[in-house]
């Protein structure tokens, strides 16, 4: 069974989404015992196809073939949708494991029963299931379906609370970027398989010559994938969709993102990585990131909305991840090397860091009733734990030792300066305002005296919190192991792999 | 006339950014993306027009025929197609939903989510 993981990965999800409505007509009680297995099994694949690509290289997986390694025919033409999971694929996987894991423990007693939690559970589900497609499909066009399953299931999430007025502001806002962003990525698939007649990433990869129509559907990639990571100017939806998105869906939103950097990873590199393997792209790259990061932080620092001062947050991570790519693909080894290291790194540590910080919104919004900084203060009497995971997150987002936000950002500025001081010392200021920000939140919102009583949150969320609470104290104590053992393989995926992912599907 | 459809389909795609740029009223936003949907879709399908080309069913193909059609633009243009429908009825029940809120469909006066 373990050949089949990686589309087990996304089968069992995407059907288990749907089942789960049907299943939670029999009882409530069944219904939880059925999102928990079926999240238990998805998690245990995206590890055993991590394993088997850590372990053995790439997997590749040829759907509706006599044999699933059977990627090409006798002329050596790929003509089935092929599933490609390499190191880096493998990564994206473990995080999507992490967040969904970590989302679905949460959820269970955040959501309640009479506000439509089964369709809660079961977007997540859908969610999960196009973020694990997106990072392992070989194909352009799946590519394309996945990026719009999880647009739909991620818009329906963010306009969960449709009783309230600004989520589906917030959600109409995301799915016309969304919508936007993948039509672009379409044009750019019909101008690539006009071309070429094929749709497989690593066949185009071989082809790609840097003809006009190629460039043209570069830029047209990278705009589509740039607006749904919420890069700046594209980035007005993401702090409306992570502030007013219910806790949960948040933590996998911030997945859903990193897999358009992903994206953006393979597209520059593997299947452009032949032929237009210029630095222009990852300047263009990096100054976007930087632009971000300066934004997100500056719009940070006047929000009174606690959520949308940690979506700000989120944003500018973002930022740092786009530089570090950008860093990466200007200097292709060397220190772009220890940029990508730094970026990759950073995000899992993002996941966990940003994530932890919308849990403990989300469990001061469901404890107060309110997330406005101006009303809040004095919480960390009532909410002790929440105040220690906000203050933990806090830091470990904005970068302060030995936490693991530092680890990852340390290699992002280091080499940022062999590239560009300008540019590093631009993202080390960010850096330190985002603190002050942070800090005044966690101020504002946990210390003083007490004003209010509020009622902390159940042990179920707690152990969620506390799962990723676990993964920043540990990553950012031994994070030479981590990198050595799952992000090192990720880079070299990216900077060297291009051969072993274009033979491995293509034979030879 | 061979590039014809294309100008036709980029054209669709440039009323559609236009309409966005334009218009501020959500159900005219959710028919521009619309718009731009149905130019794509317009793309895709006249990739694959060969002329005089007959549908790729081997057992059906009369003897005479020499050149079938790849059926893949076609099986592409369909899924657009049904996604397509998806975003647009999620983003119309979302319009709705803000009408019961807010009583008008302007995106000028939808402020709250601004900054």
Same mark, same amino acid.
């Given at each position: 069974?373990?050949?089949?993981?990686?589309?087990?990965?996304?089968?069992?999800?995407?059907?288990?989404?749907?089942?789960?409505?049907?299943?939670?007509?029999?009882?409530?009680?069944?219904?939880?015992?059925?999102?928990?297995?079926?999240? $238990?099994?998805?998690? +245990?694949?995206?590890? +055993?196809? +991590?394993?088997?690509?850590?372990?053995?290289?790439?997997?590749?997986?040829?759907?509706?073939?006599?044999?699933?390694?059977?990627?090409?025919?006798?002329?050596?033409?790929?003509?089935?949708?092929?599933?490609?999971?390499?190191?880096?694929?493998?990564?994206?996987?473990?995080?999507?494991?992490?967040? #969904?894991?970590?989302?679905? !423990?949460?959820?269970?007693?955040?959501?309640?029963?009479?506000?439509?939690?089964?369709?809660?559970?079961?977007?997540?589900?859908?969610?999960?299931?196009?973020?694990?497609?997106?990072?392992?499909?070989?194909?352009?066009?799946?590519?394309?379906?996945?990026?719009? &399953?999880?647009?739909?299931?991620?818009?329906?999430?963010?306009?969960?609370?449709?009783?309230?007025?600004?989520?589906?502001? +917030?959600?109409?806002?995301?799915?016309?970027?969304?919508?936007?962003?993948?039509?672009?990525?379409?044009?750019?698939? #019909?101008?690539?398989?006009?071309?070429?007649?094929?749709?497989?990433?690593?066949?185009?990869?071989?082809?790609?010559?840097?003809?006009?129509?190629?460039?043209?559907?570069?830029?047209?990639?990278?705009?589509?994938?740039?607006?749904?990571? #919420?890069?700046?100017? $594209?980035?007005?939806?993401?702090?409306?969709?992570?502030?007013?998105?219910?806790?949960?869906?948040?933590?996998?939103?911030?997945?859903?993102?990193?897999?358009?950097?992903?994206?953006?990873?393979?597209?520059?590199?593997?299947?452009?990585?032949?032929?237009?393997?210029?630095?222009?792209?990852?300047?263009?790259?990096?100054?976007?990131?930087?632009?971000?990061?300066? !934004?997100?932080? %500056?719009?940070?620092?006047?929000?009174?909305?606690?959520?949308?001062?940690?979506?700000?947050?989120?944003?500018?991570?973002?930022?740092?991840?786009?530089?570090? !790519?950008?860093?990466?693909?200007?200097?292709?080894?060397?220190?772009?090397?220890?940029?990508?290291?730094?970026?990759?790194?950073?995000?899992?540590?993002?996941?966990?860091?940003?994530?932890?910080?919308?849990?403990?919104?989300?469990? &001061?919004?469901?404890?107060?009733?309110?997330?406005?900084?101006?009303?809040?203060? #004095?919480?960390?009497?009532?909410?002790?734990?929440?105040?220690?995971?906000?203050?933990?997150?806090?830091?470990?987002?904005?970068?302060?030792?030995?936490?693991?936000?530092?680890?990852?950002?340390?290699?992002?500025?280091?080499?940022?300066?062999?590239?560009?001081?300008?540019?590093?010392?631009?993202?080390?200021?960010?850096?330190?305002?985002? %603190?002050?920000?942070?800090?005044?939140?966690?101020?504002?919102?946990?210390?003083?005296?007490?004003?209010?009583?509020?009622?902390?949150?159940?042990?179920?969320?707690?152990?969620?919190?506390?799962?990723?609470?676990? &993964?920043?104290?540990?990553?950012?104590?031994?994070?030479?192991?981590?990198?050595?053992?799952?992000?090192?393989?990720?880079?070299?995926? !990216?900077?060297?792999?291009?051969?072993?992912?274009?033979?491995?599907?293509?034979?030879? | 006339?061979? /590039?014809?459809?294309?100008?036709?389909?980029?054209?669709?795609?440039?009323? @559609?950014?236009?309409?966005? *740029?334009?218009?501020? /009223? =959500? *159900?005219?936003?959710?028919?521009?993306?619309? *718009? *731009?949907?149905?130019?794509? /879709?317009?793309?895709?399908?006249? =990739?694959?027009?060969?002329?005089? @080309?007959?549908?790729?069913?081997?057992?059906?193909?009369?003897?005479?025929?020499?050149?079938?059609?790849?059926?893949?633009?076609?099986?592409?243009?369909?899924?657009?197609?049904?996604? @397509?429908?998806?975003?647009?009825?999620?983003?119309?029940?979302?319009?709705?939903?803000?009408?019961?809120?807010?009583?008008? =469909?302007?995106?000028?006066?939808?402020?709250?989510?601004?900054?």
């Amino acid at each position: 069974m373990l050949v089949h993981a990686p589309i087990l990965a996304i089968a069992v999800p995407l059907l288990g989404a749907f089942s789960l409505l049907g299943v939670s007509y029999i009882s409530r009680t069944w219904r939880n015992v059925w999102a928990c297995l079926i999240a $238990a099994f998805t998690s +245990a694949m995206a590890v +055993a196809v +991590a394993i088997r690509a850590y372990t053995e290289g790439v997997v590749v997986y040829a759907l509706g073939a006599a044999s699933p390694t059977q990627s090409v025919t006798a002329g050596g033409f790929p003509i089935r949708i092929v599933l490609v999971v390499d190191g880096l694929g493998a990564f994206m996987g473990l995080i999507a494991a992490l967040t #969904g894991v970590v989302a679905l !423990v949460y959820c269970f007693q955040y959501l309640r029963e009479e506000e439509g939690k089964n369709l809660g559970l079961s977007l997540l589900l859908l969610l999960w299931a196009g973020i694990l497609g997106m990072v392992y499909t070989g194909d352009l066009f799946n590519f394309f379906v996945f990026l719009e &399953v999880t647009s739909i299931a991620a818009c329906a999430l963010i306009g969960y609370r449709v009783w309230e007025s600004r989520p589906p502001e +917030a959600a109409f806002k995301t799915m016309a970027m969304y919508t936007l962003g993948g039509l672009l990525v379409l044009i750019a698939v #019909g101008i690539l398989y006009g071309e070429y007649d094929a749709l497989n990433i690593a066949y185009l990869g071989k082809l790609i010559a840097g003809s006009p129509l190629d460039r043209l559907a570069l830029g047209l990639l990278l705009g589509g994938l740039l607006m749904k990571a #919420g890069a700046v100017p $594209a980035h007005m939806w993401a702090p409306d969709a992570y502030g007013e998105a219910p806790a949960m869906a948040t933590v996998v939103l911030v997945a859903n993102t990193q897999a358009a950097i992903y994206a953006i990873l393979r597209v520059v590199f593997t299947l452009y990585g032949g032929a237009l393997a210029s630095p222009g792209i990852g300047w263009l790259i990096a100054s976007l990131g930087i632009a971000t990061v300066l !934004v997100a932080v %500056l719009m940070a620092v006047v929000q009174r909305h606690l959520g949308r001062l940690v979506a700000y947050g989120a944003v500018s991570q973002l930022g740092y991840m786009l530089l570090a !790519v950008g860093v990466g693909a200007v200097a292709r080894g060397g220190f772009g090397e220890v940029a990508l290291t730094g970026g990759i790194f950073h995000m899992i540590n993002d996941a966990a860091a940003v994530g932890l910080l919308f849990l403990v919104v989300g469990a &001061v919004r469901r404890a107060v009733g309110s997330v406005d900084l101006l009303s809040l203060g #004095g919480l960390g009497h009532a909410l002790r734990w929440e105040a220690g995971f906000f203050l933990l997150g806090a830091l470990a987002l904005a970068g302060i030792p030995p936490l693991n936000g530092f680890a990852s950002k340390f290699l992002i500025y280091e080499s940022t300066f062999r590239a560009s001081p300008i540019l590093a010392a631009l993202a080390l200021l960010a850096s330190i305002l985002l %603190l002050a920000v942070v800090v005044r939140a966690f101020q504002g919102t946990f210390l003083g005296p007490r004003v209010r009583e509020a009622s902390p949150a159940p042990r179920g969320m707690l152990v969620a919190m506390g799962i990723l609470a676990l &993964v920043i104290v540990v990553f950012g104590l031994f994070p030479g192991f981590f990198i050595e053992r799952i992000v090192a393989p990720a880079v070299q995926a !990216v900077l060297t792999g291009r051969e072993a992912y274009l033979a491995a599907v293509l034979g030879g | 006339m061979g /590039n014809m459809p294309f100008v036709v389909s980029m054209l669709l795609v440039a009323i @559609g950014f236009l309409t966005l *740029i334009a218009r501020r /009223n =959500l *159900i005219k936003l959710a028919i521009g993306i619309s *718009i *731009i949907e149905m130019g794509v /879709n317009l793309f895709l399908v006249s =990739l694959g027009y060969v002329r005089g @080309g007959i549908a790729p069913i081997y057992t059906y193909a009369p003897p005479e025929a020499k050149t079938m059609v790849f059926p893949t633009p076609q099986a592409l243009t369909l899924t657009a197609i049904v996604i @397509g429908l998806a975003t647009t009825a999620l983003m119309l029940a979302f319009a709705v939903v803000i009408y019961r809120h807010r009583g008008t =469909l302007d995106a000028g006066k939808i402020r709250e989510l601004r900054g």
